[in-house]
């Protein structure tokens, strides 16, 4: 079986900060995903990938910044950290099915 | 409404117990899949339907394309259980992926 890996798992920040959340899957699905969740809301799409080097805009990509250089991998750079802003941020990938990363935890001080 | 309106918000059984959850579709959807996220924040792919009823274990999934629903049913409730199912479902036009907010699920002893 494939695994997601997600790094960093905890992620603390300044207000202003660039940051970037790293993915890698070993699926060798074509697309790839990244999520936010709020806590006790549920998933919203920021940014996906049909394959390497395409990206597609989610419903909430203003404010971040992706890159897919290669089909294994798919970054997520927040481009500003906002202040007192918590997300858990989540990275997939799919053939038909959805497969998630455990996820990075963002606190922005 | 929304897309993806999915029921109950939060469940409580007690072990052993028997219930169901429920998504409702605003219009036609490709295909649907739910999730449970554990108390980690950890995300399972449990099923992916195209059409018609899968099992595994104690968990079952039908998806209605034409009633635009789609049911997950727990039998026997374990504590293990425990924690926030998500369903998705793939939009016939675009298929992009739509979230409903999820059913908190706690299961007592």
């Known amino acids: 079986g494939g695994i997601i890996t997600q790094t960093p798992k905890f992620l603390i920040g300044q207000e202003g900060q660039k940051l970037t959340l790293k993915c890698q899957q070993n699926?060798?699905?074509?697309?790839m995903y990244w999520y936010r969740q709020d806590s006790g809301k549920g998933l919203r799409l920021i940014y996906y990938s049909i394959t390497e080097n395409d990206l597609q805009k989610g419903d909430l990509s203003e404010g971040y910044d992706a890159s897919r250089e290669k089909k294994s991998s798919f970054s997520l750079t927040v481009t500003s950290a906002q202040k007192n802003e918590m997300a858990v941020f989540l990275c997939?990938?799919?053939?038909?099915?959805?497969?998630f990363g455990h996820g990075t935890k963002l606190s922005v001080l | 409404g929304m897309p993806v309106e999915q029921n109950p918000p939060a469940l409580s059984l007690y072990e052993g117990a028997d219930s169901g959850l429920r998504c409702n579709f605003s219009t036609t959807m490709k295909s649907v899949q739910w999730f449970q996220q554990n108390h980690r924040g950890r995300l399972i792919t449990l099923f992916y339907?195209?059409?018609?009823?899968k099992e595994n274990g104690r968990l079952k999934s039908t998806f209605n394309s034409k009633e635009r629903y789609s049911t997950l049913h727990i039998k026997d409730a374990q504590l293990e259980d425990s924690g926030t199912y998500f369903c998705a479902a793939e939009d016939g036009d675009n298929s992009k992926l739509i979230w409903g907010l999820g059913t908190s699920l706690v299961v007592n002893p």
């Open positions: 339907l195209a059409q018609g009823t």
């Open positions: 997939a990938s799919s053939s038909e099915r959805l497969f």
């Open positions: 699926f060798n699905h074509d697309t």
